[in-house]
């Protein structure tokens, strides 16, 4: 094999491994951030309003309400109070795309904007997505560590 032969199987492993990476990072990163912002999501507390619950109410419908998509954003609510399944969903989601896909976290319930800017909460004061989008610069970089350790 002449020099030019094995730059170019070198360079091939070097674009292989380098896709490699892109891919295992942006699935860490959006499953870590959008799992954070999930598990940041207040549940209703009527223990810590102003005033009395109504009749029935149980908390979770805003967590519940995070779709993760890829492409678009699902910009549909449900009246279902089981958060349990959205963290699961998003590393569902995630773990099938690629770095060329774009992940969507939505929540489309009228209340969430209210909570993330206006302070609705006092279990979320600094909202849900906001506080989490500032570490976002040292989430990548502890998982480029993590992907660049990990594949040979």
């Not at 995070?66 to 995630?94: F, L, R, Y």
């Not at 690629?98 to 969430?112: C, G, T």
Request: with cysteine.
């Amino acid at each position: 094999m002449n020099g030019s032969g094995q730059f170019g199987s070198d360079f091939t492993d070097f674009a292989r491994k380098t896709l490699l990476r892109a891919d295992l990072l942006k699935r860490a990163v959006a499953i870590k951030l959008f799992s954070s912002v999930i598990r940041d999501t207040p549940v209703g507390d009527p223990d810590l309003w102003k005033h009395k619950a109504p009749p029935g109410y149980v908390g979770g419908r805003l967590r519940a309400n995070w779709n993760c998509t890829v492409g678009t954003a699902d910009t549909s609510t449900t009246e279902s109070t089981q958060h349990s399944a959205a963290i699961p969903k998003v590393i569902e989601v995630c773990q099938a795309s690629d770095r060329k896909d774009i992940n969507w976290l939505s929540n489309s319930l009228p209340y969430a904007a209210r909570i993330e800017y206006e302070g609705w909460s006092r279990q979320a004061p600094s909202g849900m997505v906001r506080r989490n989008v500032t570490r976002i610069k040292r989430l990548i970089t502890q998982e480029l560590q993590r992907v660049k350790a990990q594949t040979p």
